[in-house]
Structures are given as C-alpha cells and as structure tokens.
C-alpha cells in the first residue's frame, strides 16, 4: 500500500520560491505518474502538473508553465514541485497524486490511485 505525505507548504510573499515534497512510504511504481493539483478556497481542485517516472518528462498546467517544475528523487522516493515567483493566487492547499494515467488523461483525478492529504501553500503580503 502507497501512502502520500506532502510537505513543505507555508505562508510566502508573493514572489518567493518555494519547493513542496511529497514522500511515498511504500515508494513510487516505476511506471507511476505523479501529479499536483491544488485546490483554492471556494474553488475546485484544480491540476497543476505531472512527472513520469518512467522517462522523467514533465507537463504543467498553461497557468503555472515557465515557473514550476516537477521533479524525482528515487532514493528518497520523493517527487518535488518548485514553485518560483509566486503570485497571490497560487493560495490553496497542494495534493499529491499518484497513478498511471494515460498521458491525455494525466488532469482527470479519477485516473489516480493515492493521494496525499494536502499542505497548506499561502501566497501574502
């Protein structure tokens, strides 16, 4: 059994960095896809982005391109999300995700098999 433990999430400014990590207790499966989504007060869940662990590839959402990346660690079993220049909206709790999805169905939550419980990532002045 896979379990997710994201961390790292806290109050930034805006413009800051700041690198989330999510552990799997039990590791990755080699052919997993790892996901972030990332849900905003009032708002739904939303997909951020994914690294494969098969090749490494990575895909982002249009809105968070160019300023986060995803990557993986396989002796820690641990994917990361590096997030620079922050902005005000990226205010929301950030869920890690675990699964082999299809590559065209990597921002549907359904296609994921674990999930973690979410770290808080607060983005004020």
């Known amino acids: 059994q896979v379990q997710l433990v994201e961390t790292g999430g806290r109050l930034v400014q805006p413009g800051d960095s700041l690198t989330l990590s999510c552990v799997a207790t039990?590791?990755?499966?080699?052919?997993?896809?790892v996901s972030w989504f990332r849900q905003a007060p009032g708002k739904d869940r939303e997909y951020v982005g994914t690294?494969?662990?098969?090749?490494?590839?990575?895909w982002y959402a249009d809105s968070v391109k160019g300023r986060f990346t995803a990557s993986g660690d396989n002796a820690k079993n641990t994917v990361y999300l590096q997030m620079n220049s922050l902005k005000p909206e990226a205010t929301a709790v950030y869920y890690c995700?675990?699964?082999?999805?299809?590559?065209?169905?990597?921002?549907?939550?359904?296609?994921?098999?674990?999930w973690g419980q979410g770290t808080q990532v607060t983005v004020s002045s």
């Open positions: 690294f494969s662990w098969v090749d490494r590839r990575t």
């Open positions: 995700a675990a699964g082999r999805p299809i590559l065209s169905a990597r921002r549907k939550e359904a296609m994921y098999y674990y």
């Open positions: 039990g590791g990755f499966g080699r052919d997993f896809k």
